[in-house]
């Protein structure tokens, strides 16, 4: 996939040379989350009961370089302790010469073996589609891919006028009604964004449809598009080829020029083999708008099928905020997300997206606490985890709504400004901020705050969810932009929960249940390690209470 030496440079590959780092230079790395060499995803997938992570990677130096980007390849039997194994694939003819960029796996039959199909750059720096097949498909590890000899099996020409620049990351393909093989390529033509379609009965001949799936004016390149099916009666995922009664789709693309995994949920109309978006203006309506998977950073995300348990899993790249000198200083940069298992919520408007099961299984020392009462202006520390490296579930009830900060009309809805404390959010008033101060200093002078305030309108309450890095380190070269959302629950009928993942230099936050996820990077100084805090708060005039709180330290698997 992307290509622009923009993002490539805050992705500076993780060196397998951490004898030359001293430990105390590790301080942010994180612990349980998957850290491969480069972080964008590949074909994740699950085959002969193991699941692969492919994943960028440039062998040759710790930052992204335009030539040889690999594809590292990585196994799990879990999707939380991960094994290395050799590269699948590396640049070796005319057109990967220049580095073999993303793509997708799919699984040609279901009992039936695995291709890809990736992005291949060539001397002049133009982009086609490849196939390769597994050498030896009996070999659950697929550790030897073979290139087609009919490679490229997409590329641009005079008589498609695709773009030879913009054109990459094909996905996950599916099998239409006539039999056809249809897969999706990220383009642009001017500032038009685009997911080109492409058919085929063989996987190696592929024709290129009269129109997009779907294309939007004014978006620019997209990136690693996503297209799959969701279930409106369930939670349980289905194969990317499903289609039927019950069935919705989602169509993702990341927004290039803005960094954004955006989505839109629609309905695919098979007959003209077009994605219909619920929403007309689909990705052209004002960016704040766009639903996206996650409001901090979190971009190039793929899903993949996990037939095992029946669940569509969603895999994403977290990028640093600290600045390039300090990557290179700390020798790697670039996670993944904890991978999170994703379906349609029961109002049929948003996605709902909760951490895969198996990530509890590194939860230990609990602590609990159930019905305490917050005051306004109070906080309470939450001793016995380890607070650098924990998972963290906390509800509240909120009462006395009427005091609720009233929603001023010529505010701008947008979660990020509000959550910023422009338009006098920041006053103390009314329900919230309250929420949890992680990574906090023994002294507060570290900490990020994740938190939620209620507001009222004239016709409803409106539950806004933030996670404020300004204060998280005293190192004010990083990134501190703070994120927000807005959660569609009910307070009036519904506790307000939240869950935070913290790992080191990670905090991964869902709110309302998984209805909203904010991913941020902090770099604390003096929350490190043991000297790291944990507490719940309440900066707001009203009381409210914490139904329950469940903390646990996260034991460290094996990554890699
Ligand atoms: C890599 O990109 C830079 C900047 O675009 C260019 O000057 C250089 O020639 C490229 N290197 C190779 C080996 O293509
Ligand atoms: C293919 O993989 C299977 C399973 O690992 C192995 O038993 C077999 O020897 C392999 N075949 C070849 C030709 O390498
Ligand atoms: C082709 O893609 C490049 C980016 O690689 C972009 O700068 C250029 O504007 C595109 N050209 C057209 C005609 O869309
Ligand atoms: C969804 O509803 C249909 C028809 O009512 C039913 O056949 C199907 O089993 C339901 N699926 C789930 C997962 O509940
Ligand atoms: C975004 O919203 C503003 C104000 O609501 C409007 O003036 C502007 O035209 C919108 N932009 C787009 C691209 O729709
Ligand atoms: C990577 O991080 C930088 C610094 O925070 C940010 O400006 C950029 O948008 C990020 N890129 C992506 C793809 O998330
Ligand atoms: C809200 O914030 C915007 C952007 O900072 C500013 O232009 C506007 O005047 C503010 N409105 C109010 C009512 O504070
Ligand atoms: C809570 O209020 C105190 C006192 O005004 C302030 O120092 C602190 O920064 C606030 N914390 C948050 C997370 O808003």
């Given at each position: 996939m992307a290509n622009s030496s923009i993002w490539l440079l805050g992705t500076l590959a993780f060196l397998l040379?951490?004898?030359?780092?001293?430990?105390?230079?590790?301080?942010?790395?994180?612990?349980?989350h998957f850290q491969p060499s480069k972080n964008w995803i590949n074909g994740p997938m699950r085959y002969k009961g193991l699941y692969h992570m492919f994943y960028q990677h440039n062998?040759?130096?710790?930052i992204w370089s335009n030539y040889s980007i690999v594809w590292g390849h990585s196994v799990s039997k879990d999707l939380v302790n991960w094994f290395p194994l050799p590269h699948a694939l590396i640049p070796s003819k005319p057109y990967d010469i220049k580095g073999c960029w993303s793509g997708s796996a799919t699984m040609?039959?279901?009992?039936g073996r695995p291709v890809i199909l990736y992005t291949g750059i060539d001397f002049k720096e133009h982009q086609t589609q490849n196939l390769v097949v597994p050498?030896?498909?009996?070999?659950?590890?697929?550790r030897e891919w073979v290139k087609s000899?009919?490679?490229?099996v997409m590329e641009p020409s005079n008589a498609n006028k695709i773009n030879a620049t913009s054109f990459r990351d094909p996905t996950t393909a599916w099998l239409g009604h006539d039999n056809l093989w249809r897969v999706l390529v990220g383009s642009q033509e001017g500032d038009r964004g685009m997911a080109l379609l492409f058919l085929s009965k063989d996987f190696v001949n592929w024709v290129q449809a009269k129109h997009p799936l779907h294309s939007a004016k004014r978006t620019g390149m997209w990136e690693c598009p996503d297209f799959f099916p969701v279930l409106t009666n369930g939670t349980i995922g289905l194969d990317t080829s499903i289609n039927g009664p019950h069935v919705r789709h989602v169509l993702k693309v990341s927004l290039f020029d803005v960094s954004h995994d955006c989505y839109l949920i629609g309905t695919y109309d098979t007959t003209k083999d077009v994605f219909v978006p619920d929403h007309h203006k689909g990705f052209e309506h004002n960016e704040s708008l766009i639903p996206r998977y996650d409001n901090g950073k979190f971009y190039a995300s793929k899903t993949f099928y996990d037939d095992a348990k029946k669940r569509r899993i969603l895999w994403g790249w977290i990028n640093e905020s600290s600045v390039p000198e300090d990557d290179i200083h700390k020798g790697w940069s670039g996670i993944q997300a904890i991978p999170r298992t994703l379906w349609l919520d029961k109002s049929g408007k948003q996605l709902v997206q909760w951490p895969i099961e198996e990530v509890e299984k590194l939860r230990t020392n609990p602590v609990t606490l159930h019905s305490k009462i917050l005051k306004a202006g109070t906080l309470l520390e939450v001793s016995g985890v380890t607070a650098a490296q924990a998972d963290v579930e906390i509800s509240f009830e909120v009462n006395e709504l009427e005091k609720a900060q009233m929603l001023d009309p010529?505010?701008?809805?947008?979660p990020q400004l509000l959550c910023s404390g422009k338009n006098g959010t920041e006053a103390k008033v009314g329900l919230g901020p309250f929420g949890l101060l992680v990574l906090a200093s023994k002294n507060m002078q570290e900490y990020t705050a994740v938190f939620f305030k209620v507001f009222r309108t004239n016709k409803r309450y409106m539950v806004l969810m933030c996670s404020d890095q300004s204060r998280s380190s005293v190192n004010l070269k990083n990134d501190l932009t703070p994120y927000g959302a807005f959660v569609d629950v009910d307070p009036v009928h519904e506790e307000l929960s939240l869950r935070c993942l913290i790992d080191h230099s990670v905090v991964e936050s869902f709110g309302g249940e998984g209805k909203a996820s904010i991913a941020a990077r902090v770099y604390p100084t003096l929350a490190i390690n043991d000297e790291a805090h944990l507490h719940a708060f309440n900066n707001g005039t009203v009381h409210v209470k914490i139904t329950t709180l469940s903390a646990w330290t996260m034991k460290k698997p094996n990554i890699n």
């Open positions: 040379c951490n004898a030359h780092i001293k430990s105390s230079d590790q301080k942010h790395r994180p612990s349980y062998p040759k130096a710790a040609v039959h279901p009992m050498k030896n498909a009996s070999d659950p590890f697929l000899p009919k490679n490229p010529s505010w701008k809805m947008d």
